[in-house]
């Protein structure tokens, strides 16, 4: 088991740059894929191209299909030469071929695809698009007509099934056109005597998806249904191939982090942290940085305005950077909670009036609680200090006022973007805190002055 | 397939509170437990007690095994009696039983075991926490000696197997002493002669964990590693039981809003958003938002350091606002990134200083272009209206300056907080975003003065 993957991957890809091979291809028998791409992809180009000749085919072929598309295995590929490439992928699961040969060139591509014999199939997969269930599937299942004998379906996985037995977990069964009737997990074949039919054992499916799914949708579904496999079918009905829960987690990863990242105010990078280079990552930053700054810019207009009140009660922008942080605060928390609550299908866009009757709710207490604090902090101080002037409690009831205002609007805000951005056909995970925070800033300044030119008229301003 | 499960889900509550249940008990049978769980929650107290003691033991036992703990399937359990409670957690698999037993009382829970045959196993789960592997864990495994025929390991899965055949994916070789050896996929007894040998076809399990393990790394294990099961075992080797993908997605799930909510700047909840009671949720969020804003309280005492400046010179006060967003928003790009590089194993915590090297350059490189979008702002803004007086130039230069430092500073802080935090054996998501604007601000507001008073020295100050 891999207690510290890190230290043997080290040991692993020491042996592999020795001259003799040998001890190599010896202990590489017993490294999961997995394992075994990492150590190719933390090789130099030519020892890699070496290592992945002299590997037994199934072996450098599962660990190609396991590298993640930051790696490029696809370059790796093209560096062995179109015929083992070829091999190479012939060897793959079809929905692991298509996601490699995607990323070649048409030329490389067609190079590739001439010499393999699934042609026809990791093609068709090359059609959907990425993000969807078709992009997910594989055409590698094994099915059984359903007026067959459990006996024969075994016999069909004999010959059906080119691929590690561990990742079947059901067999499908189709009427003449195709179309998928039923599904017979693998352990029931077991246990059931095998002149039986399999209309008679098998059972509906819970879930199945077209192809044209999102592959967020056929995640939830997988996850709310618990199972390890789901058959993909047309609009027929006719079965297509089979997702499986592995593909499903590294989706859920995927978009766990592009969501995350998104959240903190950047795009998503398309490779691990330390791997990305200087500048590009920089641009990826540099990106949203920048078009937050110009939002920002109009808490200077904003400001600008209220310049003859900061003039004769300067005590006023003392409170600033406290009040519209608050109003930021809040917003990102109301925003997070919509935002995760909506991927998790708990809320839907039709829920919006309920959720906005609560928020509002939410932010006038949460308002309360911190315009309380804020007051307090200010007439304690001012009496330990005595900095805050003749007229601290009108500048404590200022402060008391703007926060109740602000926090509610805050509040509103961070809950109403995501829905809207939805509305729109945008990902509401970009209401992140700093946009919302960026437009909260604004209507803050706004707010603090204007509750201030009311309470404070005739004294301070 | 559940194309509407919402429609679905009301039209079955809708027969669930019937005076005639037989419609609804009729359509009950074709649906999938994870629904029927909505829909027992969905209903009034009397109505889901009647309900549960007409439904078929095993479709409510599995229904409240499907029940996530924020409905409280314990209430629903006691609600129909000790005796047949008991009955209801037999049937389920002994991870479910123990989990929802381990939310019943002292005496309620022996009620309910003094009743089960399986109780030892039952009471040997409830030993492990909640978030470990032992506590995701089933004992509910089919085991065989490594000695054994594959035609004896079949037999086994009959004999052995008590619960739904579409979660059995694999059985599991041991020694005389209990010992793991060794796996076999269910498939691969089909299609293997029955005479031979158990340990000839058996492979060596790819991922093997303790019950102490924490659950995150158990389901980073599974992802990595492509597996539908992964066997526990104790220290000695012992096979203790097996954690399946189900029970994994459900973690990673919790894990992911858990984080993400922490990231927004508030506490997890504990149940679907529109499910948790208004007090509750002000609870939960006020918590954060308070603390949050005591500390913010600092940028008034700083602001206040420098009342002097802003009284000689008001349009400093103009850019406060830009120039601390700047420095949050930055900040919290960085800690964002860390803190899912962490999460995913990108990042360890010897990494720090390469982290802390790049983000320091990258820190720099925003800074400049902030920087210099600022500095072009002010200028052309000024040559259009001339509201920044004669010194604009000079005012101009000092947010050029500071944006710089406050960008910087921003980007260390964010990035060194989730590895100061995690060494301090605190999680690094809580570097949240407004966590980190808020540690930003006040030294922003210091950076930003300080500039001013070098560069505006003898001229607006």
Known sequence: MPEAPDLRLDELKDLAEQDDLHPFLQRVRHVHPSDLADVLSALEESTRVRVISELPLDVASSALAEMEAAEHPEAMLLAVGPEYAAELVEEMP??????????LSPGQREAVLAEISDRADVERLLKYPEDSAGGLMTANVVKVREDATVGEAIEAIRQQSDEDESQLYQVYAVDAQGQLRGIVPVARLIVTSPARLVRDVMEQPVVQVQPEQDQEEVARLMARYNVAAVPVV????????RITFDDVIDVVEAETTEDLL??????????????VAFGRMVRKRAGWLAALFLGEMLTATAMAFFEEEIAKAVILA???????????????????????AMALG???????????????????VLGLVLGAI???RITLWHAVTGIYGEHYLLVAFTVFGSLIGVVTFGTMTGSLLPFILRRL??????ASAPFVATLVDVTGLVIYFSVASVILRGTLL
Request: charged content about 25%.
């Open 94 to 103: 079809t929905d692991d071929a298509a996601d490699l040969v995607a990323e």
């Open 234 to 241: 047309d609009a027929n009905g006719r079965l297509l191939g």
């Open 262 to 275: 998104k959240f903190g105010g950047m795009e998503a990078l398309d490779a691990p942290y330390l791997k």
């Open 318 to 340: 003392l409170f600033v950077p406290l009040i519209i942080s608050s109003g930021g605060n809040s917003g990102s928390q109301a925003s997070t909670l919509v935002i995760r």
């Open 346 to 364: 708990e809320v839907t866009l039709r829920d919006w009036w309920r959720v906005i009757r609560r928020e509002f709710a939410t932010g006038v």
């Open 374 to 376: 804020g007051f307090l």
């Open 425 to 430: 056909g945008f990902d509401p995970a970009s």
